[in-house]
């Protein structure tokens, strides 16, 4: 079925809006009307949502029509930026084939993560929230995210004001008061003051030459069967890993010094030069080659791609690059 949009929901326009409630009546006061609105506007509404979202709305909105899809969100939130790709490329999918689609999506940011590194995951998912603003645009489409008040500090809900154009509400969707251009918002968060890295670490190594990058895919190859992973997602480590690493002795010219170290059931590898050459803030959130791809950034793209979390800390006389693989999260087959 192809609808037909009104004046108001232009092909052109990409709405990003946030719904922040503290019970699920809240939630469903106004994805409810938002639904009913989406089902006539929208080819179809994909739903990846929690259980307790998902039944309510499935009682009181049926599958509207046929328009409505569900997904289940441990499926689609793998690593963050499969994630971040993966709804990409469904919207630019929908988009080749003349559809205009909604997504309405419950992050899954806690599920299989060590309690202290949540902070840095949450944050992580925050700058793709941001960037999605750029990358989803072309498609004429629409993303809804959902978060839950009694599972996020203050600081993450003005994170979440500050990213989606849009705040939906009982009444519908309203602009945003403290919505950033994702320029801005990654700008004012470049420097993410990355914890000390633990005084024993299991590998420390300092290349001062490309020659040394195998010696380095051995090391940690070794190390990450050693530590459980599967040949698949160790591989994805390694080549994420070596990928930062030439970056730095590419690009900074200096010797880069690559620890890793396990906390909890995290691997965590990190990379630091002695350059101190300034990071753009968008570097490694837009596919090589695209539209606003800063030049250079592919290494950290792929690396995106293949870690959960990748932070980056750059200052006068040290550039530093944390990669971040949870076990549960590394092991999670794609949708």
């Given at each position: 079925m192809t609808v037909q949009h009104s004046d108001h929901l232009r092909a052109d326009v990409f709405v990003h809006s946030a719904l922040i409630f503290g019970t699920t009546g809240e939630a469903a006061a106004a994805l409810i009307p938002e639904l009913r609105r989406s089902a006539i506007a929208y080819d179809e509404v994909l739903l990846v949502v929690g259980e307790p979202i998902r039944a309510l709305l499935a009682e009181?909105?049926?599958?509207?029509?046929?328009?409505?899809?569900?997904?289940?969100?441990?499926?689609?939130?793998?690593?963050?930026?499969?994630?971040?790709?993966?709804?990409?490329?469904?919207?630019?999918?929908?988009?080749?084939?003349?559809?205009?689609?909604?997504?309405?999506?419950?992050?899954?940011?806690?599920?299989?993560?060590?309690?202290?590194?949540?902070?840095?995951?949450?944050?992580?998912f925050l700058a793709y929230e941001?960037?999605?603003?750029?990358?989803?645009?072309?498609?004429?489409?629409?993303?809804?995210?959902?978060?839950?008040?009694?599972?996020?500090?203050?600081?993450?809900?003005?994170?979440?004001?500050?990213?989606?154009?849009?705040?939906?509400?009982?009444?519908?969707?309203?602009?945003?008061a403290q919505y950033m251009a994702p320029d801005a918002y990654l700008a004012g968060r470049r420097h993410e003051s990355l914890a000390a890295v633990p005084r024993d670490v299991d590998h420390d190594h300092t290349?001062?030459?490309?020659?040394?990058?195998?010696?380095?895919?051995?090391?940690?190859?070794?190390?990450?069967a050693g530590q459980g992973f599967a040949e698949e997602p160790a591989d994805d480590l390694v080549v994420a890993v070596v990928e930062i690493a030439s970056n730095g002795l590419r690009h900074a010219g200096t010797p880069v010094r690559v620890r890793a170290w396990r906390r909890g059931d995290t691997l965590v590898v990190q990379c630091?030069?002695?350059?101190?050459?300034?990071?753009?803030?968008?570097?490694?959130?837009?596919?090589?080659?695209?539209?606003?791809?800063?030049?250079?950034?592919?290494?950290?793209?792929?690396?995106?791609?293949?870690?959960?979390?990748?932070?980056?800390?750059?200052?006068?006389?040290?550039?530093?690059?944390?990669l971040h693989f949870p076990y549960a999260v590394m092991h999670r087959r794609p949708a």
């Open positions: 009181r909105v049926g599958d509207l029509g046929g328009v409505l899809r569900s997904g289940d969100p441990a499926a689609f939130y793998q690593r963050l930026g499969f994630a971040y790709e993966g709804f990409r490329r469904y919207l630019a999918e929908q988009a080749d084939a003349g559809r205009r689609v909604h997504v309405i999506a419950e992050p899954e940011l806690a599920d299989g993560l060590d309690d202290g590194l949540r902070d840095d995951r949450t944050t992580a941001a960037i999605c603003n750029e990358t989803y645009a072309p498609y004429g489409s629409a993303v809804t995210c959902l978060w839950d008040s009694r599972h996020h500090p203050a600081t993450v809900l003005d994170g979440v004001r500050s990213t989606h154009s849009h705040l939906l509400t009982p009444a519908g969707s309203r602009p945003s290349l001062t030459g490309v020659a040394q990058l195998s010696a380095l895919r051995s090391a940690l190859t070794g190390w990450a630091d030069d002695s350059a101190g050459m300034p990071v753009p803030a968008t570097a490694g959130y837009h596919r090589p080659g695209a539209t606003g791809a800063v030049p250079g950034g592919r290494g950290l793209w792929l690396a995106r791609q293949l870690a959960d979390i990748v932070l980056v800390d750059s200052a006068a006389g040290r550039t530093s690059v944390r």
